[in-house]
């Protein structure tokens, strides 16, 4: 069974910077936009960054200039390089793919992995 599996939250002081990364693993056929969600205590899970097969990208205006999202299609993983971290980006970080597998074709989530941002 299709799998996505993240790495690399942790706890970091504002201005600091993280690296995320998901792996999608198991008998996928095709892999076609990936992206970053993040939910936030109290809040709805929103768009953080997303990238096509084809690597057009989408940032969400609150993280414009300071995150890159980059993939490797080869490795089946996609990642998101944080820069200048502020504490309203504490949050726990999704990984999601829209995926073609031998079980069925659609959205695919991780398990989510914490960033804590300190003041």
Not at 12 to 38: D, E, H, K, P
Request: proline share 2%; glycine share 12%.
């Amino acid at each position: 069974q299709a799998q996505l599996v993240e790495s690399g939250g942790g706890l970091v002081q504002a201005g600091g910077s993280l690296r995320l990364s998901c792996a999608a693993s198991g008998s996928i056929f095709r892999i076609n936009t990936m992206g970053w969600y993040r939910q936030a205590p109290g809040k709805q899970r929103e768009l953080v960054a997303a990238i096509t097969s084809g690597g057009s990208t989408t940032y969400a205006d609150s993280v414009k200039g300071r995150v890159t999202i980059s993939r490797d299609g080869a490795k089946n993983t996609v990642f998101l390089q944080m820069n200048s971290l502020k504490p309203e980006d504490t949050a726990v970080y999704y990984c999601a793919a829209d995926m073609r597998t031998s079980t069925r074709a659609g959205y695919y989530w991780g398990q989510g992995t914490q960033v804590t941002v300190s003041s």
